[in-house]
């Protein structure tokens, strides 16, 4: 079964400092797609990023950047040079291709804190 | 881009009131279709989706239900809320491809 861990429930920072998101995943499927949502206090969830079981190469975008590793299960998200700006909860995913992406799993969410 | 417009954004609704929620996607065609109910500090479960109009799948056992009368419409209903329905309900659509767009949610409150 398809299971995703973010064993962080909340982090709290400064502003300026480096923060990393964990996201651990389980899945049987060979293809599949892994997510990371923030959720502002507004509330809209915003889609960051999507990768595919396939691509394990490590993006960056900004500040934000991702780690992803099929060797242990992880798609980690780091921001750089946090900003209050970045406090919200964040979401990681998974999607199986076998289910056509229709049941994507959410993970519980990393709040994260960046105070000025 | 796609856009979703949900409504309303806040509802305060007593036990055993029936309950509406619309959902409305513009900037695209026959989407895929999805209800995810976020309860206070957890994560996104899934409720519903839709792959078409009139096609509805149930993800858990509720006394919630969700209706498709157009490509580009999702209601989700009940004919009786409970104390345990309270929660934040999103809409969410994907054109054929991976990746969520999500509406600014419905924060309902059941009192």
């Known amino acids: 079964a398809q299971k995703v861990t973010q064993a962080q429930t909340e982090i709290s920072v400064v502003e300026k400092e480096d923060v990393t998101l964990d996201c651990v995943y389980e899945t049987r499927d060979t293809t599949y797609y892994l997510f990371w949502y923030k959720q502002p206090p507004s509330g809209e969830l915003v889609f960051l990023i999507r990768?595919?079981?396939?691509?394990?190469q490590n993006e960056i975008s900004g500040r934000y950047s991702w780690n992803f590793q099929k060797s242990t299960s992880s798609f980690n998200f780091t921001i750089t040079a946090s900003q209050v700006v970045d406090s919200a909860v964040y979401f990681c995913?998974?999607?199986?291709?076998?289910?056509?992406?229709?049941?994507?799993?959410f993970g519980a969410g990393t709040r994260l804190f960046v105070k000025a | 881009s796609q856009t979703i417009h949900q409504w309303p954004a806040t509802l305060v609704q007593p036990v055993g009131s029936p309950l509406s929620l619309e959902c409305t996607v513009e900037?695209?065609?026959?989407?895929?279709l999805y209800w995810y109910r976020q309860a206070a500090g957890r994560g996104l479960q899934l409720l519903f989706y839709s792959v078409g109009i009139g096609q509805i799948s149930s993800e858990v056992p509720q006394n919630l239900s969700a209706s498709r009368p157009q490509d580009r419409q999702f209601i989700l209903s009940s004919k009786k809320l409970l104390l345990s329905d309270s929660g934040f309900y999103l809409c969410a659509c994907t054109p054929r491809t991976y990746g969520y767009t999500f509406g600014s949610g419905t924060r309902l409150t059941v009192v």
């Open positions: 990768r595919n079981s396939f691509d394990e």
């Open positions: 900037g695209t065609s026959n989407p895929n």
């Open positions: 995913a998974l999607s199986e291709a076998r289910t056509g992406g229709f049941k994507t799993i």
